[in-house]
């Protein structure tokens, strides 16, 4: 798959398909974070003209994604693509640590307490791209409170042999401001992190305090976005 980092974890996702070109290659991968997506990597002329025919094929819910700037040029030459989205790629390559010892209670949960996550998510992050039973949402995280509620939750979603992926991280309204989710993105992250090569999320530019917490706990951040057809 080469060296692009976003080709290669999209084709090692459970029933990617790949195509190339001289110039240009993409994968297409359903329900990857969520989205039906077209990951590119290549020149903007090539892949524009290798969309333009994969599109018919793999249907109009597939999304062309990647660099931002890669996708807006690609988007410049297929004028029947808009650009929809633009997100944060965050990721780390070396261990957070530093989970305080009163925090002890940071856990991978039970299959049957994914009830109280899918509850916790409808009321705190209802547009979580994460959520339990969806396609490649391998396992949550969480912390409970004294009175022994759910409150705060992340998952394990996404994430291939080499690239560890968290997605649906959320904190109960009424306990946000302690850094909750902060210290349970320092367990999660350092847990996926073992034998790969790093840790990735994706967030919202309009999330300025998501986007502030993960940067203090030493994830970069590249820019990425997604396109659709008109």
């Not at 410049?76 to 990721?91: C, G, I, K, T």
Request: net charge negative; with cysteine; aromatic share 8%.
């Amino acid at each position: 798959m080469g060296d692009d980092l976003f080709v290669r974890w999209a084709a090692a996702a459970d029933g990617a398909r790949v195509w190339r070109l001289p110039g240009a290659t993409v994968v297409a991968c359903a329900a990857l974070a969520h989205w039906d997506r077209l990951v590119m990597s290549g020149d903007p002329d090539a892949l524009a003209g290798l969309v333009r025919e994969l599109l018919p094929e793999v249907g109009p819910t597939f999304r062309p994604f990647g660099p931002e700037e890669l996708v807006a040029a690609v988007v410049e030459r297929a004028p029947e693509l808009e650009v929809s989205a633009h997100f944060a790629w965050m990721e780390i390559t070396e261990p957070i640590g530093g989970v305080p010892a009163d925090r002890a209670e940071c856990g991978w949960l039970a299959e049957d307490e994914w009830g109280e996550v899918a509850a916790l998510l409808a009321a705190s992050f209802p547009d979580s791209y994460a959520r339990p039973g969806e396609p490649g949402v391998r396992r949550w995280a969480g912390i409970r409170g004294a009175d022994g509620r759910l409150v705060a939750v992340a998952a394990d979603a996404w994430s291939t042999e080499a690239i560890g992926f968290l997605a649906g991280v959320t904190t109960r309204p009424d306990a946000r401001g302690r850094g909750l989710a902060a210290d349970l993105c320092r367990f999660a992250a350092d847990e996926l992190l073992v034998g790969r090569e790093r840790v990735a999320l994706l967030a919202d530019y309009s999330n300025v305090a998501a986007l502030r917490t993960y940067q203090k706990l030493g994830f970069g951040m590249r820019r990425v976005a997604a396109a659709r057809q008109r």
